[in-house]
């Protein structure tokens, strides 16, 4: 996934430097090979494709650099989320297979991470709704806390 998302973001950086040299013939070559490259996994980039080759323009190339941004956009939240959701079933196993004092604040603090990371505000919001729970990191072990810790980077990053 992360090579997959390098790759985008080289992709739009091709993207930005034609836009900017303007140059019709590399203009065409970019809208070609990115057609091509993308068409499988972009809906909405096969949707705006020409069978005219002299037809295109430097706007149907910011067309696709909008849609690879969406595209990587996309992908980016669906590794968090699933990152996230791996952390926390982890997280949980380990609660279940241990002696861990005080495991009703743990779900606590699960329940209230869970709740503000699929809720739909800004990371600042979400930092100011989870900072609580960093100072009650220092109640627990070393490998709760980085348990939580990891969660609450996933949350706000």
Do not use: G
């Not at 861990?100 to 699929?118: F, G, P, R, T």
């Amino acid at each position: 996934m992360v090579n997959l998302i390098d790759e985008i973001n080289t992709d739009l950086i091709r993207c930005k430097n034609v836009i900017e040299e303007n140059n019709y013939l590399e203009v065409v070559i970019a809208i070609e090979e990115f057609q091509d490259k993308y068409k499988n996994k972009i809906k909405s980039l096969s949707e705006n494709s020409s069978d005219v080759v002299w037809s295109y323009t430097v706007k149907n190339l910011e067309i696709i650099k909008s849609c690879l941004i969406e595209y990587r956009d996309d992908l980016i939240l669906k590794e968090k989320i699933k990152s996230f959701h791996e952390k926390l079933l982890d997280f949980k196993s380990y609660i279940e297979n241990n002696e861990i004092e005080n495991k009703s604040i743990l779900d606590e603090i699960i329940n209230s991470i869970e709740e503000v990371n699929y809720s739909d505000i800004n990371l600042d919001e979400k930092y100011k709704k989870i900072k609580p729970y960093i100072d009650l990191v220092n109640k627990f072990d070393r490998k709760t806390a980085l348990y939580i810790l990891e969660l609450i980077t996933l949350v706000i990053t």
